[in-house]
């Protein structure tokens, strides 16, 4: 990788405190928009977990990425098939997203177990983070951005009115006009900022994570054929489920090209119980499964190879995430459960808003406050959105009936948000304006969405409330949640979100048939919106595409952007030629 010694005699447009994944896609859309960049490393960047692995909304925001700022190599983010060699042989492949609710004392019972299979069109991932932080630094650096040789353990920042003045480790200095602050909790702008009392968050962890050697995969510790429409375990993302708390096992050994023998394995406790295991984290792992006789079996020969990060109480957020010259973002924003692939989207989608509006506050400095006093507003509204999610995720896990609804949901919520994005995607390229996909005043729903998403939403996180507050009971609050998917009319039937039953998704031929037919005929208008081709903007031809008129490339692929594309294009259970 191509490095650089900073030059205290030039100015750098942004230095970013931090090298990881976010940092690499901000420091290279940065780059691509001519600003002078330079990317600061940390000792704790290879330290702390993430999700490590992707959803199909999550590869909605990267194909964004690659269109808005013409930076096509961050769409292979977005498939594991486009990948690079280095990349793809220690990352794993996800063809499903399982959910198993385990009970102590007993084997794993098949009837709590839930399993959504990744359609054929879409391409998922686990993130080997090592290498795709890596690779995403040499992006930057293809793209013009330098990387300080070293991680530095020390940084003093000093914010003057006229720029920023940064001091490393080793002595050398560099002058800046706007420090991004992304490297984590011991960051040098709380030394340098006032900090006060954060805002609280509904979640609370102690979180423990590491890459294993020796796990077993599930289905060689039960019985695959007793799990009536189940495929393979370990060739997608597997949660365990208790009440209280998860496992997350993302198998990187699970493709025929793959050279990693690891599974990245990641606990989230409730904050407030499991108190009495061992410091040890090797023996609280041990402790903590050996009630689960199937999850003991799976992990009795597993070891950490570079042992845990833990922490008694993980959740952090800061009081303070902005100011003249400087921002906080991701780790350094916010520090929550890595559950459910938060970690990987929320980088994506606050790459998104600060790698737009950066550029802008720079071109006209004393606008700054006004032009990123929206994406601070935007990420505080992602932050609360997200906690909503997961402090809702550990209330169902307490028992399967309550996670079966809760599962529907989260699934209901990604297929529509993923369908969405696209759809806003395609009408600010026909538009010419990047306005549809800047709603950020809507906070985690910050593109068009079907009407009754958000109002399902908003009842589906006051419900989880009630259940934590003690005035609803957890088969009651399943019932509801199944009862209101039944009822609400933009719920594709097909996909039977109403049924309690109804535990394995297989997006078959006769599924694509049937979604066809009910776009075509009963969906409702924003539905059938996202899924069907019409005149999305009304367009002149001659209208610019804010893209500077490129063909967008959609996983190396150039497909037309004046309209959506065709029926149910990129939806799970519908066909198309191609992928997507």
């Not at 079996?297 to 990060?309: N, Y």
């Amino acid at each position: 990788m191509t490095t650089t010694e900073p030059d205290a005699a030039v100015s750098y447009d942004v230095v970013i405190l931090g090298s990881h994944l976010a940092t690499g896609l901000l420091a290279t859309v940065l780059a691509k928009q001519d600003l002078r960049v330079l990317i600061v490393g940390s000792p704790d960047d290879p330290v702390l977990p993430s999700g490590d692995s992707t959803v199909p909304y999550t590869t909605a925001v990267l194909h964004l990425l690659a269109e808005r700022f013409d930076v096509p190599e961050i769409a292979s983010f977005a498939h594991f098939e486009d990948l690079p060699d280095a990349v793809r042989r220690t990352s794993g492949i996800k063809k499903s997203l399982a959910f198993l609710h385990h009970t102590a004392g007993r084997r794993h019972d098949p009837a709590h177990a839930v399993q959504f299979h990744v359609p054929g069109e879409h391409s998922e991932w686990h993130l080997y983070r090592p290498d795709v932080d890596e690779y995403a630094r040499e992006l930057a650096v293809r793209y013009g951005a330098s990387v300080l040789p070293e991680r530095v353990a020390s940084t003093e920042v000093r914010l003057a009115p006229e720029a920023v003045h940064l001091t490393f480790g080793s002595g050398r200095t560099a002058t800046a006009r706007f420090v991004v602050d992304a490297c984590g909790q011991e960051s040098p702008l709380r030394a340098a900022t006032a900090d006060g009392d954060p805002r609280p968050l509904l979640l609370r962890s102690k979180m423990m994570h590491a890459h294993l050697r020796g796990v077993r995969t599930f289905e060689e510790c039960s019985r695959l054929a007793d799990y009536h429409r189940a495929t393979t375990w370990s060739r997608g993302t597997v949660h365990h489920l208790f009440d209280g708390g998860w496992i997350q096992v993302v198998d990187f050994r699970n493709h025929h090209d793959a050279a990693n023998d690891l599974c990245s394995v990641t606990v989230g406790l409730d904050h407030d119980r499991f108190d009495d295991l061992p410091a040890d984290p090797d023996a609280a792992f041990q402790a903590l499964v050996a009630p689960f006789p199937s999850l003991a079996e799976q992990f009795a020969s597993a070891t950490a190879t570079k042992g845990w990060t833990t922490s008694p109480n993980w959740q952090h957020r800061a009081a303070v995430t902005h100011g003249p010259r400087w921002f906080a973002m991701e780790r350094s924003a916010c520090r929550t459960d890595e559950f459910l692939s938060r970690d990987v989207t929320m980088t994506a989608e606050m790459v998104h808003a600060l790698g737009a509006a950066l550029p802008r506050a720079l071109r006209d400095e004393p606008a700054t406050g006004a032009v990123l006093a929206e994406v601070v507003a935007f990420q505080d509204a992602l932050i609360e959105f997200n906690d909503q999610i997961l402090a809702a995720a550990r209330t169902a896990a307490g028992s399967f009936p309550l996670w079966n609804a809760y599962s529907r949901v989260w699934l209901l919520w990604q297929i529509l948000a993923h369908l969405s994005l696209k759809r806003a995607t395609n009408d600010a390229l026909a538009a010419g304006t990047w306005d549809p996909v800047e709603r950020f005043a809507d906070g985690g729903l910050w593109f068009r969405t079907p009407d009754g998403l958000r109002q399902l939403l908003d009842w589906f996180f006051e419900v989880f409330a009630r259940v934590r507050a003690g005035g609803l009971r957890q088969a009651e609050a399943a019932d509801m949640i199944f009862r209101e998917l039944r009822r609400a009319r933009f719920v594709p039937p097909l996909y039977r979100f109403g049924d309690p039953g109804a535990r394995y998704y297989h997006f078959t031929m006769p599924r694509r048939l049937l979604m066809v037919a009910w776009v075509m005929t009963v969906a409702p208008a924003d539905f059938k919106r996202l899924l069907t081709k019409d005149n999305v903007t009304g367009r002149r031809d001659d209208a610019p595409a804010p893209n500077r008129g490129r063909v967008p490339v959609e996983n190396g692929r150039a497909h037309d952007v004046g309209r959506a594309d065709g029926p149910a294009a990129g939806a799970p259970g519908v066909t198309q030629p191609g992928r997507r």
